[in-house]
């Protein structure tokens, strides 16, 4: 009778036969069977986390030159137009007030030329890291359009029993 993969099971009256469950006991981790089953679970996780670590890499990578982008452009606006003093004093005389006045409209057209770089620069620092956002945004769509919940109802009914017999 206990070799017999059957076993009459009676719930509420309702009487069906059903296969019989293993009770397994936990195998000691030397088992030949399962070692080849550890060893290409930890190989699979191996893979999967150099993956990571390389995907990661490359975009912090590309987050260090970005920084090392923007901090040289800070170093060079600054070493090219030092901010002017632009304390504005009247002169006594209509001469010195021409030449004052052309030196401050000097000042001032340099700061615009710097402030229009500076801008120019982080637009596309910006359009950089929109792309790399962009990229990111479409690699876990597509994790999620890999699941297998998108297959077809058959693919996934045969996945799902394959998952019972395990």
Same mark, same amino acid.
């Given at each position: 009778?206990? /070799?017999?993969?059957?076993?009459?099971?009676?719930? /509420?009256?309702?009487?069906?036969?059903?296969?019989?469950?293993?009770?397994?006991?936990?195998?000691?981790?030397?088992?030949? =069977?399962? @070692?080849?089953? =550890? !060893? &290409?679970? *930890? @190989? *699979? %996780?191996?893979? !999967? &986390?150099?993956? &990571? %670590?390389?995907?990661? @890499?490359? @975009?912090?990578?590309?987050?260090e030159t970005l920084l090392n982008t923007l901090r040289s452009m800070q170093q060079r606006t600054t070493q090219q137009h030092p901010q002017p003093n632009l304390s504005l004093s009247l002169p006594s005389t209509s001469s010195s007030s021409d030449s004052a006045g052309s030196s401050l409209l000097h000042d001032l057209l340099l700061q615009v030329e710097a402030q229009e770089a500076i801008i120019r620069d982080v637009s596309n620092l910006c359009d950089i890291a929109e792309t790399v956002c962009v990229k990111r945004e479409e690699q876990l769509k597509q994790t999620l359009f890999d699941l297998p919940i998108w297959a077809s109802p058959l693919e996934l009914m045969q996945g799902l029993y394959d998952g019972v017999d395990d």
């Open positions: 009778m206990e /070799d017999d993969p059957w076993e009459l099971c009676n719930d /509420d009256g309702f009487v069906f036969k059903r296969k019989r469950r293993r009770i397994h006991s936990p195998s000691p981790p030397s088992v030949p =069977d399962q @070692e080849p089953a =550890d !060893t &290409l679970l *930890r @190989e *699979r %996780k191996k893979q !999967t &986390l150099l993956k &990571l %670590k390389s995907k990661y @890499e490359k @975009e912090i990578l590309l987050w």
